[in-house]
Nanobody, 121 residues
Framework: QVQLVESGGGLVRAGGSLRLSCAAS????????MAWYRQAAGQQRELVAG???????NYGDSVKGRFTISRDNAKNTMYLQMNSLKPEDTAVYYC???????????????WGQGTQVTVSS
């Protein structure tokens, strides 16, 4: 019923920029926290950045000062602006959201399919 779709990934040189988008669709009553996670090959999935419905944010230490998370509640979409990219940012980036379905009051955690970001040196 609910779908999260990431877009904007690709191949970029070190020092370059990318902007990721995550669009939520379906029978959505409300979206609470949204977040970006990433998983590099052979590594554990880690939090990149999170944003609450009111706009408060938090970032992983490795991306502070380089990445900016934002959201457009009217569009059920969040974004991740990634600047000064480094090869170590190479990973699959996943969208995550806590969502209530219309007609319900149960909070559920949804994941997108992921989008590949590759940063060359």
């Amino acid at each position: 019923q609910v779908q999260l779709v990431e877009s904007g990934g690709g191949l970029v040189r070190a020092g370059g920029s990318l902007r990721l988008s995550c669009a939520a669709s379906g029978n959505i009553r409300s979206i609470y926290t949204m977040a970006w996670y990433r998983q590099a090959a052979g590594q554990q999935r880690e939090l990149v950045a999170g944003i609450a419905s009111g706009g408060s944010t938090n970032y992983g230490d490795s991306v502070k000062g380089r990445f900016t998370i934002s959201r457009d509640n009217a569009k059920n979409t969040m974004y991740l602006q990634m600047n000064s990219l480094k090869p170590e940012d190479t990973a699959v980036y996943y969208c995550n959201a806590e969502i209530m379905i219309t007609g319900d009051s149960v909070l559920y955690n949804y994941w997108g399919q992921g989008t590949q970001v590759t940063v060359s040196s």
